[in-house]
Structures are given as structure tokens and as C-alpha cells.
């Protein structure tokens, strides 16, 4: 009986293997980096193999302090939350060209299908305390669902997107 156990055991350690399985790990560096006027993304701290991707407007990204209304997250339109996992390091030529390049190549696409994106745009000061010298964009995700096929990951509750700075 012993022995059908031990042999059940190592046969189960032998047959459980995850292969190349690339799951999202969510450690980004605090840079936001941005391509064109409203594509944003920062990229893992992991050799910079993945990437959390957010596409707004000019209705969010603004130099006013009027407040900004939530937008709701879309597979298709406006306002979209990607994050792909790729096989080697991404740079930013790969987001800021017309046509991707196939290198490096995705091995994971998550992408938003509901969710809400919040925005708040606040003046930068010079240290006389009057002149604006630049905006601060504070960008914050609330209850994104990303999915990749039936596989889905769920940003429960609140992530700081993080903060964008931009000139006057």
C-alpha cells in the first residue's frame, strides 16, 4: 500500500507542470509613460516583460481644474485597459510606432471589459505659490475586469494607476 501511495505522489509531482505559463504579476515601475497625447503605460518592474496599457482623452487629461467625470472602461473605444505579457523586454518604440513590431512577441493580452477610470487634475505650483508651472494628473482604476480569452483578472476595489505630470 505503501509503495501505491509513493508511486501516486511521484506521479502527480511529475505530471503537474505549468509550462511556459505567463500569468500578470502587477509590480510596474512608478513611471507612467506616455505615447502620443493619451496613451499611457508603465511598464513591470520584471526586465520590462509586461505591461499595464490606458487609453484616454483630452477630456480626461486636462489643464483645468474643473472636475473630471469617471469614464467607463471598454474592450473597444476611448477609454481601454490592456495588459500583455510579452517574451522578452519591450521598450518604447514598440507603443510609440503606427505598426507594432512583431518582436517582441505577446504571449498574454488581458483586456478591459468593464470598469471605471477616475481622473483628477490638479495644478503644479512654482515655489511662489501662484504661477502654475504644470498639471498633475492622479489616475486611479476601480473594479476593472481584464479578461484573456475565459480567463479573467479583477482589479477588486481601487489601483492607483498612478501620477502623470505634464507641462502648461
Given at each position: 500500500m505503501k509503495r501505491i501511495i509513493l508511486f501516486v505522489l511521484i506521479l502527480f509531482s511529475?505530471?503537474?507542470?505549468?509550462?511556459d505559463l505567463d500569468i500578470a504579476n502587477f509590480e510596474f515601475e512608478e513611471t507612467i509613460n506616455v505615447c502620443g497625447d493619451f496613451t499611457l503605460y508603465r511598464l513591470s518592474t520584471n526586465e520590462h516583460?509586461?505591461?499595464l496599457m490606458?487609453?484616454?482623452?483630452?477630456?480626461?487629461?486636462?489643464?483645468d481644474t474643473i472636475p473630471?467625470?469617471?469614464?467607463?472602461v471598454t474592450k473597444i473605444g476611448p477609454y481601454t485597459?490592456?495588459?500583455?505579457?510579452?517574451?522578452?523586454?519591450?521598450t518604447s518604440?514598440?507603443?510609440?510606432?503606427?505598426?507594432?513590431?512583431?518582436?517582441?512577441?505577446?504571449?498574454?493580452?488581458?483586456?478591459?471589459?468593464?470598469?471605471?477610470?477616475?481622473?483628477?487634475?490638479?495644478?503644479?505650483?512654482?515655489?511662489?505659490?501662484i504661477t502654475i508651472i504644470g498639471w498633475e494628473h492622479i489616475i486611479v482604476?476601480?473594479?476593472?475586469?481584464?479578461?484573456?480569452?475565459?480567463?479573467?483578472?479583477?482589479?477588486?476595489d481601487t489601483y492607483l494607476f498612478g501620477t502623470l505630470e505634464t507641462g502648461i
Open positions: 511529475l505530471s503537474c507542470d505549468d509550462g516583460k509586461e505591461v490606458l487609453t484616454l482623452t483630452d477630456k480626461q487629461i486636462k489643464k473630471v467625470l469617471p469614464v467607463q485597459v490592456t495588459d500583455r505579457v510579452f517574451d522578452s523586454e519591450v518604440s514598440y507603443f510609440c510606432t503606427v505598426v507594432p513590431p512583431v518582436e517582441p512577441k505577446v504571449l498574454k493580452n488581458w483586456e478591459g471589459e468593464s470598469g471605471t477610470v477616475f481622473v483628477k487634475n490638479s495644478p503644479l505650483f512654482d515655489t511662489d505659490e482604476l476601480q473594479d476593472v475586469v481584464l479578461k484573456s480569452g475565459d480567463e479573467s483578472l479583477i482589479f477588486n
